[in-house]
């Protein structure tokens, strides 16, 4: 993976940092997420009962959806020279948009929306994130996500 520097992306700000690649959205993985998350309901593992409703089948749970985001974000955020690691810090803002009809295929695009230097060992960066259903003019969702990167001493 290429690493930058906070210069670097402090130039990036306001630019797309980059696309992933798609994820597809199984039903054995909306299950496995459901047993998980204890989060059984019907519209996410039943798809007889599903087809009955206005989303015509099985859809991912919205977090799902959100959990993806870290694997996506390891394809295309570069890494932080001399950092020693990266939370999650929050979101400001999320929405979930459309819904993830099962066996769709999603991708994150990440747009750097600023850099904050929160002390010598730490950097805050905010992402804007849209996640893209292949296929659909709407996005599944849209975020605005905040990461730490701890450097180390």
Do not use: C
């Amino acid at each position: 993976m290429t690493e930058v520097t906070v210069d670097h992306l402090q130039a990036s700000v306001g630019k797309e940092i980059g696309v992933s690649g798609w994820i597809t959205v199984e039903q054995s993985r909306i299950d496995r997420f459901a047993e998980v998350t204890e989060d059984r309901q019907f519209i996410h593992i039943d798809p007889v009962r599903a087809r009955e409703t206005p989303f015509g089948g099985t859809i991912a749970h919205g977090f799902l959806t959100v959990s993806l985001l870290s694997a996506m974000a390891y394809e295309v955020i570069p890494a932080l020279k001399g950092s020693a690691m990266s939370v999650n810090y929050g979101f400001d803002k999320l929405r979930f948009i459309t819904p993830v009809p099962a066996g769709s295929r999603v991708r994150g695009r990440f747009k750097l929306k600023s850099v904050t230097r929160k002390s010598p060992e730490q950097v805050q960066l905010d992402w804007a994130v849209t996640v893209e259903i292949e296929g659909r003019d709407k996005p599944a969702l849209v975020a605005d996500w905040i990461t730490m990167q701890l450097l180390a001493a």
